[in-house]
């Protein structure tokens, strides 16, 4: 399967946008409340379940939700809400679509979520992120497995890699069954940071995290693996079909700005790739590089 992050721009730029990330700043939270949080996190369910749609008559089985599907939802108890039934109605009316249509949802917790940070306030900070991502998807009632994944990088190296590993391992056996169950773990796209190979030796092998290949990433810190020897060194950490990011930089299209940065659409995806992985296009596109990738593959098939 191939899927996108996050944003549907074709369903975004509706005259009525359809969108599930809705949040609000902190004065406004702090002024309104978890009753508006949960009053926009209503709206982005019901969307999903619209975007989730939309995604299957387009072929599209694999995407990647927002973090901002229930707002501040760190500052709350999602069942102390008085419209948590609601909530959960329909949390599994998306859930059951997903199961229904052979889909795939994963969640990518932004670049706060440090697990192993060096600040025990970080630290319980990115716990508490984590699982309430787990307990969005339990709501959903999906599996209790990395196939619908929470997405982390380990982010730094604090100055000792090896000390950081241990306290990233040591937060990984924090998490409720339900949370660590659905854990995956993220190639850095900086040569210092995180590569395949250390966060197999470091994570996967020592409390059985699967690693999710990125192929942008992996130019950054191959550590002398090729693309599909660094793609083989992840798989091998998956009990289902592994999840794997692939973008292009945009950099090869044309674009004057960093090496990290991503292109609008890509050039499209190796046969290789979508062989052995699920593979969620990094694209600024959106489900249009999507589209377009399909358009071109159609193109070919005639020809």
Partial sequence: MLGYP??????????????????????????????????????????????LEW???????FYRVTSTLVPWNSQFDLAELETYDELARLAARCGDYVREHGMRLTFHPDYWCRLASSSRDT??????????????????????????????????????????????????????????????????????????????????????????????????????????????????TWDCRPAVHYSEPARLHGADTKPQAHAEYVAGVPGWLRDRADVMVEAGAKERALLRLKDRAATAAEH
């Fill in 6 to 51: 996050c944003m549907n721009r074709t369903l975004r730029d509706r005259e009525e946008p359809l969108r599930c990330n809705r949040g609000m700043q902190k004065a406004t939270f702090e002024e309104r409340g978890p009753a508006y949080a949960a009053d926009l996190a209503r709206q982005n369910l019901r969307d999903l379940r619209t975007i």
């Fill in 55 to 61: 995604n299957n008559e387009h072929g599209i089985g």
């Fill in 123 to 236: 630290v319980e900070r990115s716990l508490r992120a984590v699982e309430y991502h787990a307990d969005w998807l339990d709501l959903m009632g999906l599996a209790r497995s990395p196939y619908f994944g929470i997405n982390v990088h380990i982010g730094a190296t604090y100055g000792d890699r090896a000390a950081t590993a241990e306290r990233f391992r040591d937060a990984v056996c924090e998490l409720s069954s339900g949370a660590r169950a659905r854990l995956t773990v993220e190639n850095d796209d900086e040569a210092g940071l995180w590569a395949v190979t250390e966060l197999v030796e470091q994570v996967s092998d020592r409390v059985g995290v699967p690693v999710v290949f990125d192929y942008h990433h992996h130019s950054f810190s191959d550590r002398g693996l090729s693309y599909r020897e660094g793609f083989e060194r992840a798989a091998e």
